[in-house]
């Protein structure tokens, strides 16, 4: 083969790994785009922020139960009511090594927010019916909603623990 015919057939070989390089580099562009842009970005997506406390109510302790929702996606949240709730949870007395919990009242939260829009943050102050007042209690929130994008709902569920000694400080009966 002459110099001349094996410099062509460099070229040749030189334009068909960058043409296959190129090709690759756009195929794999169009799937990350569509996998992480697109189906992360408008999926729905919570930030759930639960905070509690023990205060002092005409003699009475009661929980005072702050969740806070902020919708971190790019899509609108629809929560669906008939599901979403608080629930308070008592530990039970004389647990050993594994906690068990006495399930107790559940409450409706967020009632006045039918949808939450992007960026969106909504908050629920509520005071827990609570029949446990010796012993830590569990506050469980189930969030569920809507999901256009999919053909199943979407649940959400945060925990926190709250001990008999978490007390808001400066709260009178008369702020509660």
């Known amino acids: 083969m002459s110099t001349q015919g094996l410099e062509n057939l460099q070229a040749i070989v030189a334009i068909t790994g960058d043409l296959i390089t190129a090709i690759a580099v756009v195929v794999g562009g169009l799937w990350a785009y569509f996998k992480l842009v697109k189906n992360r970005t408008y999926r729905p997506r919570v ?9 002092d ?13 902020r919708n971190i ?9 008939e599901s979403t709730g608080l629930g308070v949870d008592g530990m039970q007395a004389g ?15 967020f009632e ?3 949808w939450i829009e992007p960026g969106e943050t909504v908050t629920d102050d509520l005071i827990a019916p609570v029949v446990f007042v010796e012993l830590p209690v569990r506050i469980e929130v189930r ?34």
């Open 47 to 55: 930030d759930v922020a639960i905070a509690g406390a023990w205060v």
């Open 57 to 69: 109510a005409g003699g009475a302790r009661r929980l005072h139960v702050t969740t806070s929702l």
């Open 73 to 81: 996606g790019a899509s609108m949240v629809e929560l669906i009511q």
């Open 95 to 109: 647990a050993g090594r594994h906690v068990e919990w006495v399930p107790g009242p559940v409450v409706s939260i």
């Open 112 to 114: 006045s927010h039918a």
């Open 143 to 176: 969030l569920i909603w809507r999901w256009a994008g999919g053909r199943r709902n979407i649940q959400v569920v945060a925990r926190k623990i709250i001990w008999p000694h978490d007390v808001e400080l400066g709260r009178t009966s008369a702020q509660v």
